[in-house]
């Protein structure tokens, strides 16, 4: 017998198993569905997170204020060195520059400042971190180091509202890690007790075929391909309600969190590659699940 | 063709189903046996197309140790024992035809092919007009015809069949037996398990009996029917 007519035979098979329990393909399909789309949003979420965190993290700047009379020379000389060795980008403000922004926060005292003829406030570099440096224990060896240069007088890189920014963010990503792995477990476990709910309504059928000398193989491959039918079909709903709920909620979800995105962020709830993992998934899930339900019932 | 060489069955915790069984049956013989209900008759059909395994003692079929065969080579051993259940055993959402066809299906003849040998398998038990009709619209001696269709359609060389009339009326009976003569004058091998005394005294067959999981006596059918009359 050839491959396309054994297949042939293992799809007639399947599409008989569909047309004679449509309620049950229907619910694995759906239970399907529901789960995916169930990660799905967990990483719509997470992705959402993660770009407030990147948001929030990209605006770590230390600020590295001068001695009063450091040549600009020298100033360009540190700037160039921080941004050679740590990275990120270091920008020299003088003091005048300083001295107008603090007017600008503070219009009340405005006329108070303008009546400085030179600024009393020091020239600084703000040296905004790189990823690899938005952590409160290589800022604070940084500082360390940084107060050791003689033009430098001080070292302000917000201790406080960095390491809070940091357990938050510690936080958060360990509880969507969390999130997405208690999703993934429930996900499985129910889409693996549909499958063998779908399986078992068919055991007699199962227990014929062993008993007129089917083997292991000939039973497996429908339901397999059943499997892989209903998971492809699961994930494309599970993608097409993600879509749909991103349509209608995401201006209003991204209108609330949008001053937590940087100005750059091109957020996407689904992506292509949402899309294609949620169907990948699906066929994976759909595949293995039937796998695995069947197996049980092969001891004839 | 057959041979039982101190097979015994027991299931954990209870009394042994079969003990220390010796039985030869020889290709083309036509065989009853017999017994009262729970005696070990479908236990001792099921260790011969491996759907129970012996607890001791050895089964050959066809020269082949089944109470040592290997899980993956059982269903190349069953595609030459058919079996005609108790209890049917047949898909009920699916036609006559497709439920015969199982059997070819499962050794991968072309679906053309199939369909004619199950035509000609219907049309030999009667029921060719009925290939398209679900089996819960059959009456019970039609879905016995089916079963023994599906269990006949590749030439198996030898046929177990578990009760196959223990649902019928006295003239479906008659039709079914009729039916597994004509398949034992083809050159099959035929194993009727039967508690049916009526059966025994009208086709004279050799026949086993077995009591209480143990055999008790191995009769010619000839002999047998005279001592039944001469009660």
Avoid at chain 1, 203 to 225: C, H, M, N, S, Y
Avoid at chain 2, 62 to 79: C, K, M, T
Wanted: proline share 5%; glycine share 8%.
């Amino acid at each position: 017998m050839s491959i396309s007519s054994k297949l042939g035979s293992a799809f007639r098979s399947a599409a008989q198993g569909v047309r004679h329990g449509p309620f049950v393909h229907a619910v694995a399909v759906l239970t399907l569905a529901i789960a995916l789309f169930t990660l799905g949003l967990a990483r719509s979420v997470d992705g959402l997170v993660q770009a407030m965190l990147d948001t929030l993290g990209g605006s770590v700047t230390v600020t590295i204020y001068l001695e009063d009379q450091t040549p600009d020379a020298d100033a360009q000389v540190l700037l160039k060195t921080l941004e050679e060795q740590v990275g990120g980008t270091a920008v020299l403000v003088p003091p005048r520059t300083s001295l107008e922004r603090l007017a600008r926060e503070l219009p009340e005292l405005s006329g108070l400042l303008d009546a400085f003829e030179d600024s009393p406030l020091p020239a600084s570099i703000e040296h905004t971190m790189p990823e690899s440096h938005r952590d409160p224990e290589v800022l604070r060896r940084l500082s360390d180091v940084l107060a050791q240069v003689p033009a430098v007088a001080d070292v302000d890189w917000g201790e406080e509202s960095v390491t809070r920014l940091s357990a938050i963010a510690r936080g958060m990503r360990l509880g969507g890690l969390v999130t997405f792995l208690i999703v993934l477990v429930a996900t499985v476990t129910v889409v693996a007790a549909t499958l063998q709910l779908a399986i078992y309504a068919r055991r007699e059928e199962i227990e014929i075929q062993k008993l007129v000398g089917a083997t292991d193989r000939f039973v497996r491959v429908p339901f397999v391909i059943e499997g892989l039918m209903q998971g492809l079909l699961g994930g494309a709903l599970a993608l097409g309600a993600l879509l749909l709920l991103a349509h209608l909620a995401a201006p209003r979800i991204l209108g609330l969190v949008d001053f937590l995105l940087a100005t750059e962020t091109r957020l996407q709830l689904v992506s292509p590659r949402l899309g294609l993992e949620l169907l990948g998934g699906g066929a994976l899930l759909g595949l293995c699940g039937s796998m695995l339900a069947v197996r049980r019932f092969l001891r004839v | 063709m057959i041979e039982l060489f101190h097979v015994s069955k027991a299931y954990p915790g209870d009394p042994p189903v079969l003990h220390d069984i010796n039985l030869r049956i020889d290709k083309g013989e036509f065989v009853f046996l017999t017994g009262p209900s729970g005696a070990g008759k479908s236990t001792l059909l099921k260790l011969i197309f491996c759907a129970e395994q012996a607890t001791r003692g050895q089964i050959l079929v066809g020269g082949r140790n089944v109470a040592r065969i290997r899980e993956s080579a059982v269903p190349f051993l069953r595609r030459n024992i058919g079996v005609v259940f108790q209890d049917f055993k047949l898909l009920p959402h699916r036609t006559v035809e497709d439920n015969v066809a199982l059997t070819l299906d499962v050794l991968g003849v072309p679906r053309h092919e199939a369909r004619e040998r199950v035509y000609q398998m219907l049309k030999r038990v009667g029921l060719a007009h009925k290939r398209d009709v679900l089996p819960p619209r059959l009456s019970g001696g039609e879905q016995q015809r089916v079963v023994i269709a599906r269990a006949l359609v590749n030439d198996p060389t030898i046929l177990l069949a578990d009760e196959p009339t223990g649902n019928l009326d006295p003239a479906r009976t008659l039709e079914i037996m009729d039916l597994l003569g004509d398949v034992h004058v083809r050159g099959t091998t035929v194993v009727v398990a039967t508690h049916d005394i009526s059966l025994l005294t009208r086709y004279q067959r050799r026949t086993i009996r077995i009591e209480a999981g143990r055999l008790v006596a191995d009769e010619d059918g000839v002999a047998l029917a005279r001592r039944l009359a001469g009660r």
